[in-house]
């Protein structure tokens, strides 16, 4: 078990983020397989606060998908904050 902060990661095999590969539906067969944790694709700060819809599709998890965290990038820190 690996703990991050309060959350617990029970499992050996985690899923890093991989920009046009860990949509959703990638990231539910991991989980399927076996991912005990699991990542987002890269999220823009910038989109975000723009309201992108597209952008914000990449932050949908499913059910049976925690832990999962969300990579966001960004080099403006009033964007970031």
């Known amino acids: 078990m690996v703990k991050i902060g309060q959350i617990e990661i029970n499992g050996l095999l985690a899923l890093a983020p991989m920009a046009g590969v860990t949509d959703i539906a990638f990231r539910q067969i991991c989980r399927e397989m076996g991912a005990a944790y699991t990542c987002t694709e890269m999220v823009s700060a910038k989109a975000l606060v723009y309201n992108d819809a597209k952008t ?26």
Do not use: D, R, V, Y
């Open 56 to 81: 914000k599709s990449l932050l949908l998890t499913g059910e049976n998908e925690h832990p999962c965290a969300a990579q966001i990038f960004g080099s403006e820190p009033e964007i970031m904050g």
